[in-house]
């Protein structure tokens, strides 16, 4: 008889989940709550640093046996600057906009460093968890 194992998306991200289903993996929903920290600048290290701990901080809190899985888009500080720019100069944008957890205290860093400032906050509802969100912005 095969034991039935428990899977666990360490993640909100609705992108995430769609893509586990798109291989015929319906996980259980369970987001970090942990404050990110990147010690290191290489894009690569970073989404597998983040990814890590992601998945230690849910399976903590999980039954001996589960599967976590951890993820990460690996943007860091490399990513927006380039998202920015084609915002304004391909796009024609005059503002940028980004929704930030607030928790995640890298991320805002990296908005700040852009020169987005914060302008409000809001609260997305992942699976029954509210997540407080940061909404940061910056004019052309």
Not at 22 to 27: C, L, N
Not at 29 to 48: A, G, M, Q, W
Not at 88 to 109: A, H, K, M, Y
Request: include cysteine; hydrophobic fraction near 40%; glycine fraction near 10%.
């Amino acid at each position: 008889m095969t034991e039935e194992r428990v899977i666990v998306l360490a993640s909100a991200s609705p992108r995430r989940r769609e893509l586990l289903g798109q291989i015929g993996i319906i996980p259980e929903i369970i987001p970090s709550t942990l404050e990110e920290k990147i010690t290191t600048d290489r894009p690569e290290e970073v989404v597998k640093e983040l990814s890590l701990q992601k998945a230690a901080d849910v399976a903590a809190r999980c039954m001996e046996g589960t599967i976590v899985i951890g993820a990460g888009t690996g943007g860091g500080a490399g990513g927006p600057p380039p998202c920015r720019d084609y915002a304004f100069e391909t796009l024609g944008f005059d503002r940028v906009w980004s929704i930030i957890r607030e928790n995640n205290l890298p991320s805002q860093r990296v908005a700040r460093r852009l020169g987005m400032v914060p302008c409000g906050r809001m609260v997305k509802h992942y699976y029954g968890i509210d997540m407080p969100h940061i909404v940061f912005s910056i004019r052309k």
